[in-house]
C-alpha cells in the first residue's frame, strides 16, 4: 500500500514539477513516513530533483530530509555532500528544532567518516565565539 502511495506520489512529482506548496506537501509527506517507512520517504526524496526546487530554504529542507532517511534506512554517509545546503541554510537561520537536526545528522556524517573530534566543533561560529574561549 505504501509503495502504492509513494508510485502515485512520484507520478504527481514528475507532472507537475516541483513548485514551493507541491515542494512543501512532499516534504511533509516524507516526514510522516520517516518514522514508519523510511524507506518510502527516501524513495520520494530520491524522486525530487533538487536543481529544480527554487529556494535555498526548500532546498535545505530537502537536504536535511534526505540525509535523515538515509541515515533512518542504515546507509552510512562519510561526505558532507548531501547535508551541505542544509548546514548552509540552517547554520544562520530556521528553527532549533531544524538546527538541531541539521547538527545531529551533520555529527553522525562526521562519525561515519571518522572525524569524531570535528563531532563536537561548531561548523559556523559567529565573529564574537571566535573571541571567546571555548
Known amino acids: 500500500m505504501q509503495k502504492t502511495i509513494c508510485f502515485i506520489l512520484l507520478v504527481l512529482l514528475l507532472q ?3 513548485r514551493p506548496n507541491r515542494a512543501r506537501d512532499l516534504f511533509q509527506d516524507a516526514e510522516t513516513l520517516m518514522v514508519s517507512a523510511p524507506d518510502s520517504a527516501l524513495r520520494l526524496l530520491d524522486g525530487i530533483d533538487p536543481a529544480s526546487l527554487d529556494s535555498r ?33 540552517y547554520s544562520r537561520r530556521g528553527s532549533k528544532r531544524d538546527k538541531a ?4 545528522y551533520l555529527g553522525r556524517i562526521r562519525n561515519n567518516a571518522g572525524q569524531i573530534g570535528d563531532c563536537l566543533l561548531y561548523t559556523s561560529p559567529s565573529p564574537r565565539d571566535s573571541t571567546s574561549s571555548r
Do not use: F, T
Open 16 to 18: 507537475s514539477g516541483c
Open 101 to 104: 537536526l541539521m547538527y545531529y
Open 57 to 89: 530554504m526548500l532546498r535545505a529542507r530537502h537536504a536535511l530530509l534526505r540525509s535523515q532517511a538515509l541515515d533512518k534506512n542504515g546507509i552510512d554517509l562519510k561526505s558532507d555532500s548531501v547535508i551541505a545546503p542544509a548546514v548552509e541554510y
